[in-house]
């Protein structure tokens, strides 16, 4: 896990480990299940296979994934949140939230609702 970065703004610290273009949507697929790539690739479709990959690297980098390679053929492999990654949870989960409201609500509110 990267512990060395420096944060001057509390925000900064879960954005930076989760602000990847497709990072929040895997750890949100993960938090309920283990998944394999392929299952992966289906959940986060827009995604390619390298960036995929990518993403899953500096999750495993950071410490939020696990990655578990079994012998066999064709390798499987396996990807869960760590418990790092679980304390991600909460924000995960209000991020859910906010965009089922946005959705529900026809992505108008920002146009409809200024500050």
Same mark, same amino acid.
């Given at each position: 896990?990267?512990?060395?970065?420096?944060?001057?703004?509390?925000?900064?610290?879960?954005?930076?480990?989760?602000?990847?273009?497709?990072? #929040?949507?895997?750890? +949100? +697929?993960?938090?309920? +299940?283990?998944?394999?790539?392929?299952?992966?690739?289906?959940?986060?479709?827009? #995604?390619?296979?390298?960036?995929?990959?990518?993403?899953?690297?500096?999750?495993?980098? !950071?410490?939020?994934?696990?990655?578990?390679?079994?012998?066999?053929?064709?390798?499987?492999?396996?990807y869960a949140l760590t418990d790092f990654?679980?304390?991600?949870?909460?924000?995960?989960? #209000?991020?859910? !939230?906010?965009?089922?409201?946005?959705?529900?609500? !026809?992505?108008?509110?920002? #146009?409809?609702?200024?500050?």
């Amino acid at each position: 896990m990267n512990r060395e970065k420096i944060f001057n703004c509390p925000v900064e610290a879960p954005i930076s480990f989760i602000g990847g273009k497709y990072k #929040a949507i895997i750890l +949100h +697929h993960l938090t309920n +299940h283990t998944l394999r790539f392929n299952e992966l690739q289906k959940l986060v479709s827009k #995604a390619t296979p390298k960036m995929l990959t990518q993403q899953l690297r500096e999750l495993e980098r !950071d410490g939020l994934i696990s990655r578990k390679v079994y012998p066999v053929v064709p390798p499987k492999t396996e990807y869960a949140l760590t418990d790092f990654g679980r304390s991600l949870t909460p924000i995960l989960k #209000a991020l859910c !939230d906010w965009g089922t409201i946005y959705i529900e609500n !026809d992505c108008t509110w920002i #146009a409809t609702n200024p500050s």
